[in-house]
């Protein structure tokens, strides 16, 4: 496809046929901090419940649901029923995305919510293994694959809520918002189960303690439908886009969605080895107290979410595909120490190791939200965004914990991993530079809708 002026017009046949939404006059009606706030809250209480599942694979279900399996094997399984949610969040992309494009982005947001607070409470009532036997993981895996369809199409709304409406010279900054809603989904999650850990006695944790996070996700989506409601009425609803947004965009853009997943893939797989498999490393290969690598994954969350906001507004200065490259330069020269410095076991150095990578990430993520909204024309963008996006977390997220796992396992050392994240580093720098080609970043606002 060759490029011109009217990429974002001519891409998709019905962008122009179907650009009946607000114009900026219309848009100046909702104060833009209030959907930014809305979009950051979608966002973190999605994440919130993503990555209690993430803390509790981590740390307690390999003995909770797998425990005639010892060792390694269990914390793969365990790892295992986290990555299918990863596997059906492409399903929940496209779903999603077709109701996304053709009926709006906040009602198909508040959806996706709903779905994702009912499976995640569900898993704080499951009964385990030994109560119930095969039936509690054939049960968790099941709420698993909710809380990842849910969160496959969630992710898309959140985005275009805050990139759509922003004004002209910040669609980076405001793109960010969304994005600012997973470290502090991250620090949430390892603030209560760092406080249980240190309240309760170890086998009071594993009988009811770990449920406790799972079970406040109820709060929190009560919290979420409320700021959803507070721009109900002021929001008009996004313009209806192709009958079927997923053919259309097969039809329109199929090297965009290649190419998104590709540059999206070190986001899942920096993301979780990081935020994830640090966990499961830190006290099983090294033997580390389980607060301790709690408390340094908590300071770099916070870290992440100072960086967020500041580097994704810098993407609007220097240009979204110049903040993605440095970004991932930056992660694969930072994969070798980040592994020496986690070695140690110091919790200075380990805090260190983690606080230089969040912010690191924090560079192309920030910048990914309105990178993806660029790339995709008018009636399919919540789709085309969503599917890109969760292709590369399947790709990068749903595998990191498993690979690097293995990688310890067969080599007995963190040198492997480091040359993992240096991999998929190089496949999303390479991603960027070709989407870029395709869809030259364009410095005005796209099509609002």
């Known amino acids: 496809m060759a490029d011109n002026g009217s990429t974002a017009a001519d891409s998709s046949a019905n962008d122009t046929a179907t650009d009946t939404g607000p114009g900026p006059s219309d848009r100046r009606q909702v104060p833009m901090r209030r959907i930014a706030t809305v979009a950051l809250a979608g966002s973190a209480i999605e994440w919130y419940d993503f990555f209690i599942y993430a803390a509790a694979s981590a740390l307690v279900f390999n003995k909770l649901f797998f425990p005639t399996v010892d060792g390694t094997a269990g914390t793969l399984l365990a790892f295992s029923t986290f990555a299918v949610g990863f596997l059906v969040r492409p399903l929940g992309a496209a779903v999603f995305g077709h109701f996304g494009d053709r009926f709006g982005r906040k009602p198909t947001l508040v959806v996706a919510m709903m779905l994702m607070g009912v499976a995640t409470l569900a ?59 997973v470290p502090i989904a991250l620090i949430i999650s390892n603030v209560i189960f760092l406080a249980l850990a240190e309240v309760t006695a170890p086998d009071a944790f594993l009988s009811w303690g770990w449920r406790i ?37 097969l039809r329109t853009h199929p090297r965009e969605i290649l190419l998104a997943a590709a540059t999206s893939i070190v986001s899942g797989a920096a993301y979780y080895l990081l935020a994830v498999y640090s966990l499961s490393y830190a006290t099983t290969a090294l033997g580390v107290p389980r607060p301790r690598i709690l408390t340094a994954v908590l300071i770099s969350a916070v870290a992440s ?66 990178l993806l909204s660029e790339s995709f024309g008018t009636g399919v963008r919540y789709t085309g965004v969503a599917l890109g996006y969760q292709i ?8 990191a914990p498993i690979i690097a796992t293995a990688l310890f396992a067969a080599y007995g050392s963190s040198t492997p991993i480091s040359v993992y994240l240096i991999a998929v580093s ?6 960027v530079i070709l989407l870029s080609r395709i869809r030259p970043e364009r410095p005005a606002n796209p099509n609002p809708n």
């Not at 977390?393 to 749903?398: H, I, P, Q, R, T």
Request: net charge positive.
């Open 123 to 181: 898993i704080g009532l499951l009964p385990t293994y030994s109560s119930v036997g095969l039936l509690a993981p054939i049960l968790l895996v099941v709420l698993r694959l909710l809380q990842g369809l849910a969160l496959g199409g969630q992710w898309g709304g959140a985005v275009l809520l805050a990139t759509e409406n922003a004004p002209p010279g910040k669609r980076g900054f405001y793109g960010g918002f969304a994005q600012l809603g």
């Open 213 to 249: 996070p799972f079970l406040l996700s109820v709060l929190l989506i009560g919290v979420g439908i409320y700021a959803q409601r507070s721009i109900e009425d002021h929001v008009p609803a996004a313009k209806t886009g192709a009958r079927s947004p997923f053919v259309e965009l």
């Open 305 to 370: 979410g100072i960086a967020i906001p500041v580097l994704s507004a810098l993407s609007d200065r220097i240009g979204r595909q110049r903040s993605y490259q440095i970004g991932t330069i930056l992660l694969a020269a930072w994969a070798l120490p980040l592994f020496w410095l986690l070695d140690t076991g110091s919790a200075v150095l380990m805090t260190l190791a983690l606080v230089i990578g969040q912010i690191i990430f924090s560079l192309p993520y920030g910048a990914l939200p309105a």
């Open 392 to 399: 590369g977390a399947v790709l990068g997220g749903a595998f």
């Open 426 to 431: 190089a496949i999303s720098f390479v991603g």
